[in-house]
């Protein structure tokens, strides 16, 4: 199973394994079980109730199942809890109330009232997204990956303990301001790289000590770098 890099606001590198196909149906015929399994408890009871309490008490737990417990256990069910999986963000956070909700709301389509179609999108995505996840912006990953997380930190070797920043203004930028800079420099246009490298030191009202411009502008990437790394 390929993992799926994720890069923090303060670029570190996680990396993260998607949740197979066959352990996401393992998970959800699992919780379907269970939510199969509630509903007959009450039958077996046989506990007559009017028909408010049977919608309060057996309808809706039910439906609410699987919203309700990635809610309040930050992203499991009983089945993703057995195979060992967790539901997150794409960029590693924990998911929001509307995250959750969009990806049980669209379980309706995902699920086996049409079909099963999540089942087949799954297997055409590059991360096994189902419809809801992907409306969610949403990945199930398995368990032992999330709770071990790697940080990568090789792309930073030269943030060594001598390392001393040149511009302690970098730290000011914005991660957006940072990606146009990497972007600009990944471009290799000598004209873009010009332009920006002015108006970055005019940004920050700094006095330059490279004359080479994109020397500059990756001085500035390496001081925000290592500001950020700080906070870490």
């Known amino acids: 199973m ?12 996680i990396r993260q394994t998607p949740a197979s196909v066959g352990e996401r149906m393992l998970a959800q ?3 379907w079980a269970v939510q199969a399994g509630y509903v007959a408890l009450w039958i077996y009871l046989d506990i007559h109730l009017g028909t408010l309490l049977v919608i309060l008490l057996v ?6 199942y699987g919203l309700l417990c990635e809610l309040f256990t930050g992203g499991q069910t009983i089945g993703k809890w057995i195979v060992k999986l967790r539901v997150i963000m794409a ?11 969009l ?13 099963c179609v999540g089942v087949l999108v799954m297997i ?18 398995k368990l032992r990956s999330y709770s071990k997380i790697q940080v990568s930190l090789d792309e930073y070797d030269y943030l060594t303990k001598d390392y001393r920043p040149s ?3 970098a730290s000011d930028l914005s991660l957006e301001q940072i990606d146009v800079i990497c972007r600009t420099l990944d471009g290799d246009v000598e ?6 490298s002015q108006k970055v030191q005019q940004l920050l009202g700094v006095e330059r000590r490279e004359t080479n411009d994109e020397n500059f502008l990756r001085r500035i990437v390496r001081d925000y770098q290592y500001y950020a790394l700080e906070e870490i």
């Open 124 to 141: 055409l995505n590059r991360n096994n997204q189902r419809f809801g996840d992907m409306a969610a912006g949403t990945l199930v990953v």
């Open 167 to 169: 511009y302690p203004q």
């Open 29 to 31: 015929l699992i919780d």
């Open 59 to 64: 309808v809706l737990p039910a439906l609410l």
């Open 191 to 196: 004209d873009r790289i010009c332009q920006l």
């Open 91 to 101: 960029d590693g956070t924990l998911p929001s109330l509307s995250a959750y909700l």
């Open 2 to 13: 390929a993992e799926k890099s994720i890069v923090t606001g303060q670029y570190v590198r």
């Open 103 to 115: 990806r049980w709301l669209l379980m309706m389509v995902d699920g086996p009232m049409l079909g």
